[in-house]
Nanobody, 116 residues
């Protein structure tokens, strides 16, 4: 079984920063795309950022210039550095991985709250 475990969420003031981490364990197979999604109350789960195994990156327009995705392929870890946080960034953030042979896996989610 492949498990994704997120960490790093919490409460932060507007303008602050947080770093999320997601570690994949139990995979015998390589992981292609790793991504972060978020879901605010009453809204759909939306893509925040995605990074391919080869390093191609795509961001949602709402986070460009503020969030940075990175990954360690050897350790199967993906990070999301979030800066200049806004109240509208408040959501549960989910890690997503495309595992070869196995398919899509999701983490359990970590809450990010931006409030003064």
């Amino acid at each position: 079984q492949v498990q994704l475990v997120e960490s790093g969420g919490g409460l932060v003031q507007p303008g602050g920063s947080l770093r999320l981490s997601c570690a994949a364990s139990g995979s015998m197979f390589k992981i292609d795309d790793m991504a972060w999604y978020r879901q605010a109350p009453g809204k759909a789960r939306d893509l925040v950022a995605v990074m391919s195994r080869g390093g191609t990156i795509r961001y949602a327009d709402s986070v460009k210039g503020r969030f940075t995705i990175s990954r360690d392929n050897a350790k199967n870890i993906v990070y999301l550095q979030m800066t200049s946080l806004k109240p509208e960034d408040t959501a549960v953030y989910y890690c997503n991985a495309q595992v070869r042979v196995i398919g899509t896996r999701w983490g359990q989610g970590t809450q990010v709250t931006v409030s003064s």
